[in-house]
């Protein structure tokens, strides 16, 4: 049984790994703001909720589960709205695109 | 008053996830932080009409979530991507929902879909920034309108 959920985070979290290198390389390659700030939110949700999903079964209570839920759903929201906003900025000018 | 009460309650639950102690000074400041959080959040975001049940948003929450990794999948496909497949530009995006707190939930599920990042709220809609301008951007907008609709009965302009 430990092994199976040991073989889950190592897939989840190298899963999540992935999509924040993802991330990472949008926002090197990607040409303007608008396109990084796709890359960043959107691939590094993705990745924070694999690594959180990944570390679930590592945890030793029901508590420490639930703080983890809880960072994730932070940075997702946080994410969203965010993004909103530098997005705004950006296509009023008040940061250069 | 309900909502307070409700909001209130929320908050203590995250309290106890954040601190889970039941000695008396850690409740203390746990119910003196409670109760600003209460009293902030009434003040930055007075319950209107048409507010969003915990309910409505729960049953959005999976459909939330896919559409997350839907997203990300999309974008790391294209970052990979040698020839990085680009093809941004704005849309505008017309929609029937009350401005406020309808509109500003509707930008913010939508901020997570494949490919779209709501970026400006204008007299003719939402403009979206989106990565491929060749995509059907606005029907797939329409479709999550009409869900967020279905749960919010009273997030739209009454016709």
Redesign the interface.
Known sequence: MSLLLNLWTILAVSLGVFFFLAGTLGLLRFPDVFTRLHALTKADNLGLGLVVLGLLPQMNSIHAMLKLLLIWLLVLFSGAIVSQMLAQAARSGEIDS | MTHALTRFVLFAL?WL??M?SLLWYDLLIGLLAVLAATWVSLRLLPPTRGSIGLLALLMLMPRF?WQ??M??????W???HPK?P?A?GFITYPTALEPGLARNTF???T??L??S????HTRDGI?Y?V?DIHQAHLEQLAREEQRLADVLPTARHTP
């Open positions: 995250l996830v954040l889970p979530v997350s990794v997203a990300g999948w999309e974008v790391a294209r970052a990979f990085m680009l941004p930008t913010t599920l901020s997570l494949p490919g990042l709501p970026c400006e403009v920034h990565l």
